[in-house]
T-cell receptor, first 113, second 113 residues
Framework: AQRVTQPEKLLSVFKGAPVELKCNYSYSGSPELFWYVQYSRQRLQLLLRHISRESIKGFTADLNKGETSFHLKKPFAQEEDSAMYYCALSPLMIKAAGNKLTFGGGTRVLVKP | DAGVTQSPTHLIKTRGQQVTLRCSPKSGHDTVSWYQQALGQGPQFIFQYYEEEERQRGNFPDRFSGHQFPNYSSELNVNALLLGDSALYLC????????????FGEGSRLTVL
């Protein structure tokens, strides 16, 4: 069974401060991990995925298989980063498994001026 | 490109009724997935359609059924509605079956009274 846990429901930080959103997962196979974001009045969209190893909007996330974590980090938060963030897991590149994503409960980030 | 479109955006039903939600995928996408998002929770996978067949199914009862048409659009049907079916129903499309990058619609908000 796949499970994704985001322990923080709400993170409140000041502009310019670092922000880290925690994500822990459980899965017996090799997972692909994602971060999805939903800004106010917008639809849910992909922020980044671990296989791309990209930094998107200043955010990075490293897959730690030993700790089964995929935390999202940004060194200097901006007000436009205020949004709902969801960590998600999918079986890695198993065509038959399709793209069934298991989402965490989400973390709301509020960046104060 | 309008992206993923869903209809209706809001609807109210009473217990025991049936509902049909509709989704048109992003242009060029052939895979459609449906998710249920209860208030304050992350999206939960219902099922996925590819080549007009249900390819994967989440932990939802048979009251939840779907269909995909030759033009890749999809319907979600829920029979014998329960109060607990009240939620936001999200449709997502992807370019290929195994791709975890999903493009979401804005959702259909169902209220069951």
């Amino acid at each position: 069974a796949q499970r994704v846990t985001q322990p923080e429901k709400l993170l409140s930080v000041f502009k310019g401060a670092p922000v880290e959103l925690k994500c822990n997962y459980s899965y017996s196979g090799s997972p692909e991990l994602f971060w999805y974001v939903q800004y106010s009045r917008q639809r849910l969209q992909l922020l980044l995925r671990h296989i791309s190893r990209e930094s998107i909007k200043g955010f990075t996330a490293d897959l730690n298989k030993g700790e089964t974590s995929f935390h999202l980090k940004k060194p200097f938060a901006q007000e436009e980063d205020s949004a709902m963030y969801y960590c998600a897991l999918s079986p890695l590149m198993i065509k038959a498994a399709g793209n069934k994503l298991t989402f965490g409960g989400g973390t709301r980030v509020l960046v104060k001026p | 490109d309008a992206g993923v479109t869903q209809s209706p955006t809001h609807l109210i039903k009473t217990r025991g009724q049936q509902v049909t939600l509709r989704c048109s995928p992003k242009s060029g996408h052939d895979t459609v997935s449906w998710y249920q998002q209860a208030l304050g929770q992350g999206p939960q996978f219902i099922f996925q359609y590819y080549e007009e067949e249900e390819r994967q199914r989440g932990n939802f009862p048979d009251r939840f059924s779907g269909h995909q048409f030759p033009n890749y659009s999809s319907e979600l049907n829920v029979n014998a509605l329960l109060l607990g079916d009240s939620a936001l129903y999200l449709c997502a499309s992807s370019l290929k079956l195994a791709d975890g990058e999903l493009f979401f619609g804005e959702g259909s908000r169902l209220t069951v009274l």
